[in-house]
């Protein structure tokens, strides 16, 4: 599919860009208390959920209003740009109804797990002329971004390989894993953007295996929890990632890309910087155990880069495609596991 040009138009004035925040679940919550309180230029106008306990905790903490509806939160004559964080299955009615109300938009990843919606929302959005970012903060976090930096600026020449290493403290509840949409759609579609992001390559072809090592309670929840993805790149560049749902010392994030001039690459975060060496050897304190201490500069500095980003003319750092994108690899590695062969991006996305 081709996708019609972003246009760059709802550009908010240089004052504080007031929020509609859709969705008042963990991660609702999280991003309208640091639109509320963190974000410098942004304000939080009015929360909106169907669970309406939810909207209603959220809006006492930070003194704003509820919604009665999804229409009354986005055409609300008080905000300018929607963060759409509610489940999956919603996103695309609620970009839809954004778009029409000519808000910029904020999205939470993914979009949809249903390619047909991905680009109904993505045409309502150009159609309208909104702008839109997606919601792949590790793009924000600034050791990934750095390797990324390095890549675009050439200091590690051409890139030959990209490994990437996502692995979680442990698994979500099994609820959750029925509902996920998958690991590859959950999990590592996360590691799908960052392979494009790093690299500055689209996919083309993705070859997938998947394995049940955690918990057998996910595979009889028809999924898996250990998983090794080789994407081979445009620019002819070779991508390898690595899942797991549960590594006993903690969160471990890494990416590395090598290249002919040298790497790059970024390390986990540990609880504080130490070492104690003696003479039994090297210790050092945890690795960090929780997303939100990992990323939390990294989401801090996506919502800064989305209010330059509807304030100026420059391009979405996390556009429509690249919200798109991750889904069709997902939907190719997903083939690819249970076909056992390679499968080309032009076999999904035709």
């Given at each position: 599919?081709?996708?019609?040009?972003?246009?760059?138009?709802?550009?908010?004035?240089?004052?504080?860009?007031?929020?509609?925040?859709?969705?008042?679940?963990?991660?609702?919550?999280?991003?309208?208390?640091?639109?509320?309180?963190?974000?410098?230029?942004?304000?939080?106008?009015?929360?909106?959920?169907?669970?309406?306990?939810?909207?209603?905790?959220?809006?006492?903490?930070?003194?704003?209003?509820?919604?009665?509806?999804?229409?009354?939160?986005?055409?609300?004559?008080?905000?300018?740009?929607?963060?759409?964080?509610?489940?999956?299955?919603?996103?695309?009615?609620?970009?839809?109804?954004?778009?029409?109300?000519?808000?910029?938009?904020?999205?939470?990843?993914?979009?949809?797990?249903?390619?047909a919606e991905v680009d109904r929302g993505l045409n309502a959005v150009a159609d309208a002329g909104v702008k839109l970012q997606i919601g792949f903060n590790r793009r924000f976090d600034p050791s990934h971004k750095a390797v990324a930096d390095a890549v675009q600026h050439g200091a590690v020449g051409d890139v030959h390989l990209c490994s990437?290493?996502?692995?979680?403290?442990g698994p979500p509840p099994i609820e959750y894993i029925r509902v996920s949409g998958g690991m590859f759609n959950d999990m590592t579609i996360h590691d799908f953007d960052m392979a494009r992001y790093v690299t500055g390559s689209d996919v083309v072809e993705v070859y997938a295996r998947g394995a049940v090592r955690v918990d057998p309670a996910?595979?009889?929840?028809?999924?898996?929890?250990?998983?090794?993805?080789?994407?081979?790149?445009?620019?002819?560049?070779?991508?390898?990632?690595?899942?797991?749902?549960?590594?006993?010392?903690?969160?471990?994030?890494?990416?590395?890309?090598?290249?002919?001039?040298?790497?790059?690459?970024?390390?986990?975060?540990?609880?504080?910087?130490?070492?104690?060496?003696?003479?039994?050897?090297?210790?050092?304190?945890?690795?960090?155990?929780?997303?939100?201490?990992?990323?939390?500069?990294?989401?801090?500095?996506?919502?800064?880069?989305?209010?330059?980003?509807?304030?100026?003319?420059?391009?979405?750092?996390?556009?429509?495609?690249?919200?798109?994108?991750?889904?069709?690899?997902?939907?190719?590695?997903?083939?690819?596991?249970?076909?056992?062969?390679?499968?080309?991006?032009?076999?999904?996305?035709?």
């Amino acid at each position: 599919m081709t996708l019609p040009l972003e246009s760059k138009a709802n550009v908010v004035p240089d004052t504080p860009v007031r929020f509609a925040v859709l969705g008042c679940g963990r991660i609702g919550k999280m991003h309208a208390e640091m639109l509320a309180r963190q974000v410098p230029g942004a304000s939080v106008s009015v929360v909106f959920d169907v669970v309406e306990a939810a909207a209603q905790a959220v809006a006492g903490d930070l003194g704003v209003r509820v919604a009665s509806s999804l229409d009354d939160a986005v055409n609300a004559e008080d905000v300018d740009a929607v963060a759409i964080c509610t489940s999956t299955d919603t996103h695309v009615d609620a970009m839809v109804a954004a778009s029409a109300a000519g808000r910029a938009i904020f999205c939470e990843k993914p979009i949809s797990l249903d390619l047909a919606e991905v680009d109904r929302g993505l045409n309502a959005v150009a159609d309208a002329g909104v702008k839109l970012q997606i919601g792949f903060n590790r793009r924000f976090d600034p050791s990934h971004k750095a390797v990324a930096d390095a890549v675009q600026h050439g200091a590690v020449g051409d890139v030959h390989l990209c490994s990437i290493t996502s692995r979680d403290p442990g698994p979500p509840p099994i609820e959750y894993i029925r509902v996920s949409g998958g690991m590859f759609n959950d999990m590592t579609i996360h590691d799908f953007d960052m392979a494009r992001y790093v690299t500055g390559s689209d996919v083309v072809e993705v070859y997938a295996r998947g394995a049940v090592r955690v918990d057998p309670a996910i595979g009889e929840a028809g999924d898996i929890d250990t998983g090794v993805v080789l994407l081979t790149h445009a620019n002819g560049a070779l991508t390898t990632i690595d899942n797991s749902r549960r590594a006993a010392y903690g969160y471990d994030q890494r990416v590395e890309a090598f290249g002919n001039l040298g790497k790059a690459a970024s390390d986990n975060y540990h609880d504080f910087n130490s070492v104690l060496a003696t003479e039994a050897g090297y210790r050092r304190p945890p690795l960090q155990n929780f997303f939100l201490e990992r990323y939390g500069q990294s989401y801090l500095d996506q919502w800064a880069a989305f209010l330059d980003y509807v304030r100026s003319d420059v391009a979405s750092p996390a556009s429509g495609a690249d919200g798109r994108a991750p889904l069709v690899i997902a939907q190719a590695a997903q083939r690819s596991m249970t076909e056992n062969r390679p499968v080309r991006i032009a076999e999904i996305d035709n």
